[in-house]
């Protein structure tokens, strides 16, 4: 039977490698027969994998150090790890979600990566209005170190909600997904951007707490009437990274079941539609999550 995805054997790297989509995506490569490095805080459960490596991604040294561990080349990147915000920091939760995997591609992967290479990042829906809100990111996504990334978001740590990282996280890793891929993509590496719709994993609770209860995160899982499963996320990573999307380069795929559809054809409200910066709206948002707390 022919390989169509062709993992078997190479080098595959997943982030937040030990729960939800992470887990989920990384089964699936170990029976594809792909070398999988785990990269999580929590120990990888998965039997099969390559090795384990303990990182918190949201500081750039642990990065570094994890780095040592992994193969000089490598074929695919999956950057799945993130944070909702619900229990940490701001800093930590936009670190982790956007600052970690660009400063992973840029001083690792265009290194160890070559023709044939693959690369995805896993946004969110709340990420599908970067095109709308650009220029409120262009300066972080454009912005050269770690060091100035923080910097270029320090005013907004004491005035935004930390949850709101969230969403300017994964628009500017939305942003930088399509600019990476014009500009890698002449060295044959394609990169690729999965926007997941709700999803049931271990951070529900806190997904739900930032909608509004259970019956507002449902609402944001299109038509299907359920929460999605960890796997019908990582499938379409999987997919995306494989020889079977070799032409698939610098798209957002939206895995919603319909949500972004009923969107566009203004059949349902964008709630997240909003200014991910602007002073008055972060205010107010502060104001709300005070009070579902």
């Known amino acids: 039977m022919k390989d169509y995805f062709n993992y078997s054997d190479k080098i595959c790297v997943?982030?937040?490698?030990?729960?939800?989509?992470?887990?989920?995506?990384v089964e699936t490569l170990v029976d594809l027969g792909a070398k999988v490095y785990a990269l999580d805080l929590n120990p990888c459960s998965v039997t099969g994998i390559e090795k384990f490596i303990k990182c918190n991604l949201a500081k750039k040294e642990e990065i570094d150090e994890a780095m040592k561990e992994l193969p000089e080349h490598i074929d695919s990147f999956f950057g799945v790890a993130g944070l909702s915000g619900a229990k940490t920091d701001y800093r930590t939760t936009f670190n982790c979600n956007f600052t970690a995997n660009k400063y992973i591609c840029e001083n690792y992967l265009v290194k160890r990566m070559g023709q044939g290479s693959?690369?995805?990042?896993v946004s969110s829906t709340a990420g599908l209005n970067w095109k709308k809100y650009k220029k409120e990111q262009?300066?972080?996504?454009?912005?050269?170190?770690?060091?100035?990334?923080?910097?270029?978001?320090?005013?907004?740590?004491?005035?935004?909600?930390?949850?709101?990282?969230?969403?300017?996280?994964?628009?500017?890793?939305?942003?930088?997904s399509a600019e990476l891929a014009c500009k890698l993509g002449k060295q044959?590496?394609?990169?690729?951007?999965?926007?997941?719709?709700?999803?049931?994993?271990?951070?529900?609770?806190?997904?739900?707490k930032m909608a509004g209860g259970a019956e507002a995160l449902l609402k944001e899982a299109g038509l299907a009437s359920r929460l999605a499963r960890s796997e019908e996320m990582a499938y379409p990573m999987v997919f995306l990274n494989s020889s079977m999307a070799s032409f698939v380069s610098?798209?957002?795929?939206?895995?919603?079941?319909?949500?972004?559809?009923?969107?566009?054809l203004k059949l349902k409200k964008d709630v997240e539609d909003i200014s991910a910066t602007n002073p008055f709206i972060l205010m107010i948002?502060?104001?709300?999550?005070?009070k579902r707390k």
């Open 14 to 25: 997943v982030t937040g490698a030990s729960s939800g989509m992470g887990k989920a995506t």
């Open 118 to 121: 693959s690369i995805l990042f």
């Open 138 to 176: 262009d300066k972080v996504v454009h912005a050269s170190t770690w060091e100035e990334i923080n910097q270029l978001i320090n005013k907004l740590v004491k005035k935004s909600p930390s949850t709101f990282a969230y969403v300017y996280s994964k628009r500017c890793i939305s942003q930088y």
């Open 188 to 208: 044959g590496i394609r990169v690729n951007n999965v926007m997941p719709g709700s999803t049931n994993t271990g951070m529900k609770n806190e997904f739900e």
């Open 250 to 264: 610098g798209i957002d795929f939206c895995v919603d079941y319909a949500d972004y559809a009923l969107k566009e």
């Open 285 to 290: 948002a502060k104001k709300m999550m005070a």
